[in-house]
């Protein structure tokens, strides 16, 4: 195939950051996809449906002209986040979900929730008004070997909460490992997963080829090729549990090529293509149409998008690097090709 047509695609879990950073990716972000759940993590994070309101300002208001994105906004969940928030969110018609990041478990997670009994209350209430739990699913105990982190998560945490709240609809986000797959196609109605283009495309190999690769390193970080290979599976299945999140996080070059790199892989210059291309090597392009731009709106009870994108069997060369602010970032794939793109 060298030429294949989709909806327009939606992205379920994306970093923006603020400011000058916000004002660098978003175009990226808006030429290819509708609409993008925009994570929470800010510093400090975006905790109140006030918050997220005046985020989501910032964001259209730094959108190229002409440009019809749409953020779905989600809150960061504390130890101290107030079941009534769950209410106001609902009644925003903006907030479309929370998130948990297990404190400590990545970058700003530093007050995430610190156990998650501390949050029944607003899960309680989450599940009663149907809003959307989006997990970052790691354990973060020093003792448990980070790559071990998420499968861990699923026993002492995750299928419990799911058991204890029967109605909570649960999203898994970014999950890494067969573990997941198979916990998320053995899971009740309600639970899906969003998964990364670089967890499709590469293993962990791909953080020490030929010298450390800091632009290689995320959260959860990447796994075995038998992990990379039920991923493919889990998407080639067509399963409409499985949909996109690129988690593309930017992140300053100096502050990943450091002392102590922050994890993060920006995919957003090439999302849909990067996808396309791994895709193709599970054999499952005719899956493409219902992963990035259908089964994640039907999770989540939105209209399917109007419109289409077309991406053509043609490689292109992605810049050793963009302008982020006064920094600048490095994306997945600089320097290299891409073999599909996007038909302008
Ligand atoms: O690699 C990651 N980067 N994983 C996360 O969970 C957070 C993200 C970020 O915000 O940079
Ligand atoms: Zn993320």
């Known amino acids: 195939m060298t030429s294949l047509t ?13 400011g000058d950073a916000l004002r660098a990716v978003l175009p990226h972000t808006a030429a290819q996809f509708a609409r993008a759940i925009v994570m929470p993590n800010l510093k400090p994070p975006v905790t109140t449906t006030g918050q997220a309101l005046a985020y989501k300002r ?10 019809k994105f749409e953020p779905l906004m989600t809150l960061y969940l504390t130890d101290r986040t107030d079941p009534t928030e769950v209410e106001k969110a609902r009644a925003s018609g903006a907030v479309h979900g929370f998130k948990l990041y297990p404190a400590g478990a990545t970058t700003n997670s530093d007050s995430g929730v610190t156990d998650i009994r501390r949050v029944d209350s607003v899960l309680a209430r989450m599940a009663e008004l149907g809003v959307v739990l989006q997990v970052h699913g790691e354990v973060t105990d020093p003792n448990i070997d980070v790559f071990d982190r998420e499968a861990r998560f699923i026993g002492a945490v995750l299928a419990p909460v799911i058991e204890r709240y029967p109605n909570l609809r649960v999203v898994f986000e970014h999950i890494t490992t067969r573990e997941a797959v198979e916990f998320v196609r053995g899971a009740r109605k309600g639970v899906a997963a969003t998964i990364t283009p670089q967890h499709l495309l590469m293993n962990r190999n791909a953080l020490f080829t030929g010298g450390i690769r800091p632009h290689h390193y995320c959260l959860p970080v990447l796994k075995t090729e038998t992990d990379r290979r039920a991923l493919l599976e889990a ?14 996080a930017p992140h300053a070059r100096h502050t990943k090529e450091a002392f102590c790199g922050c994890a993060g892989i920006y995919s957003a210059h090439a999302a849909i293509e990067l996808y396309a291309e791994a895709f ?17 709106a039907a999770f989540y009870g939105l209209p399917y998008n109007e419109g289409t994108v077309t991406l053509t069997k043609e490689s292109w060369d992605v810049p050793a690097s963009y302008r982020f602010g006064s920094d600048e970032l490095v994306p997945l794939r600089a320097g290299e090709k891409v073999l599909w793109r996007v038909a302008q």
Do not use: K, M, V, Y
């Open 6 to 18: 989709i909806r327009r695609p939606d992205d379920w879990h994306l970093h923006l950051r603020d």
């Open 58 to 67: 910032r964001i259209i208001e730094a959108l190229p002209s002409g440009s």
């Open 235 to 248: 998407i080639a299945s067509g399963d409409p549990r499985f949909f996109l999140g690129t988690d593309s």
């Open 280 to 296: 193709e090597a599970a054999g499952a392009l005719a899956q493409l149409n219902g992963f990035a731009s259908e089964h994640g």
